[in-house]
């Protein structure tokens, strides 16, 4: 792979330029792909409703009041709960979905490369069978994404030859966070998605939420969209950073069963009685796989930047403003 240097030709007019190519390129394969309609999403929900993603249960969501109504609102974290709800809303049918542009303001975000405060990803979700809540299609649908990754680098690639080289490899590697940890036993999650990402390059780390055999998660999932045992993560070796980027988070959704038990075991069944649990406990609401997958991370990663402010516009502190341009990172 090139250093970063190379891609001096790109200065923040034509990567926005390079930016806007990747991502037409790629949500036009992903929707082809995945048979994904287009559909415009809310910035802000109502908090009763239920229909905002609580994450990990630990971020607080920004919240506002319409104040000529009285209306208190929240603005999403993900699209996660809302997404299921608009596929019976709009009328879709077995095997076919959506996708939106989803915004986030996440003010509890640490700053680093891969973490601003503004989040933008795409988020979609499917509507899939019953019979079809197993790990072989999730597999299935997990190589389905990758290969849109795969035809967005070398479409990307061929815009820009003398800039930017092939960073994935041709398949992408199954694991579950179970098996991981008896590879790394002596690791940190993190650790442990560090070693197998250096070694295979590209990953789907399945199973992300239930405790494993030493008593911990892997990594905190919030218990009301995803089935822990059928989630995961895109994972993928970045060579300009030499550390692992996570791409996508994805996976097929609770159903009446599984959403009884993870609130159990997460101690949220407080949440059962809010509209959007009440519906799918009343098998109200069809069953689906989603996800959503980095907007600012994809380009920066296919574009072998160093740093997510070099593909997103979003704030700063003064003192990484200063590091940057000591380093030689482009904000845009």
């Not at 933008?120 to 509507?127: A, F, G, L, N, V």
């Not at 997990?142 to 930017?164: H, Q």
């Not at 995961?232 to 070796?237: Q, Y």
């Amino acid at each position: 792979m090139r250093n970063n240097s190379d891609c001096k030709f790109l200065d923040i007019r034509e990567t926005q330029i390079a930016i806007k190519s990747l991502k037409d390129f790629f949500q036009r394969d992903v929707a082809n792909t995945l048979n994904l309609t287009r559909v415009s999403a809310p910035l802000f929900v109502r908090p009763e409703t239920g229909l905002n993603d609580n994450l990990s249960g630990k971020e607080k969501a920004v919240d506002f009041k319409i104040r000529k109504y009285d209306m208190n609102v929240e603005i999403v974290q993900s699209l996660a709960k809302w997404k299921r709800h608009a596929l019976k809303k709009y009328g879709f049918k077995d095997y076919e979905g959506i996708y939106t542009d989803m915004n986030a303001i996440r003010p509890d975000e640490e700053f680093d490369e891969i973490h601003s405060v503004y989040v933008d990803q795409w988020d979609w979700e499917k509507i899939i069978k019953k019979e079809d809540r197993t790990e072989s299609y999730l597999h299935y649908i997990v190589k389905e994404i990758y290969s849109v990754f795969l035809r967005t680098e070398s479409f990307i690639n061929t815009i820009y030859p003398y800039c930017l080289s092939p960073k994935l490899p041709k398949s992408i590697y199954f694991i579950t966070t179970e098996e991981l940890l008896e590879r790394y036993p002596d690791k940190s999650p993190k650790e442990r998605e560090y070693a197998i990402c250096k070694e295979k390059k590209a990953v789907f780390l399945q199973g992300i939420g239930g405790n494993l055999k030493n008593g911990q998660p892997h990594d905190s999932r919030s218990p009301d969209y995803d089935d822990w045992t059928l989630n995961g993560d895109i994972l993928v070796w970045n060579p300009t950073t030499q550390n692992v980027l996570e791409l996508s988070s994805m996976g097929i959704r609770v159903d009446e069963n599984r959403l009884k038990i993870q609130s159990e075991l997460s101690g949220t069944c407080d949440r059962l009685g809010q509209a959007y649990h009440k519906a799918l406990l009343n098998y109200e609401l069809p069953y689906t796989v989603g996800g959503g997958i980095g907007q600012s991370r994809l380009c920066m990663f296919f574009l072998e930047r160093k740093h997510i402010a070099e593909v997103q516009a979003s704030v700063w502190t003064d003192e990484f403003l200063e590091e940057a341009r000591m380093r030689g990172i482009q904000v845009l």
